[in-house]
């Protein structure tokens, strides 16, 4: 299950946006489709599943959502995630620590 989070942007939409574009840009992410999502994508997958970011401002609202792909086989993914629990742990605790460091960007 994904990550999710709703929490008020301490600047305007477009600054949040541009602080969301920013950071996660300066951490290797690129942003693309995700089943029909604007999202920011991390990572090719062969090993650990691609990590995924959605976040966006509205009406001074941040929503934030982050996720990894499960895979069953290397290449192979057949679901989605969330950034706690065991399985994945190396690679859940960097997407959390991005998670953790955008909601301060936005907040501060």
């Known amino acids: 299950m994904r990550y999710q989070q709703v929490f008020p942007a301490n600047r ?12 996660l840009s300066q951490e290797g992410f690129t942003s693309t489709q995700y089943k029909g999502e604007a999202v ?3 990572g090719m ?6 990590q995924y970011i959605k976040a966006y ?3 001074g609202q941040v929503h934030l959502e982050a996720w990894m ?5 290397p290449g192979v993914y057949v679901g989605e995630m969330g ?5 994945g742990g190396l690679p859940k605790k960097m997407l959390r620590d991005r998670v953790k460091m955008l909601t301060q960007l936005l907040q501060g």
Do not use: M
């Open 12 to 23: 305007s939409d477009q600054e949040a946006q541009n602080v969301i574009a920013q950071y």
């Open 83 to 87: 950034i706690n629990g065991i399985v």
């Open 69 to 73: 792909r499960f895979a069953l086989f």
């Open 45 to 50: 997958g062969f090993f650990a599943g691609p």
């Open 40 to 42: 920011w994508k991390k």
């Open 57 to 59: 401002c509205q009406n």
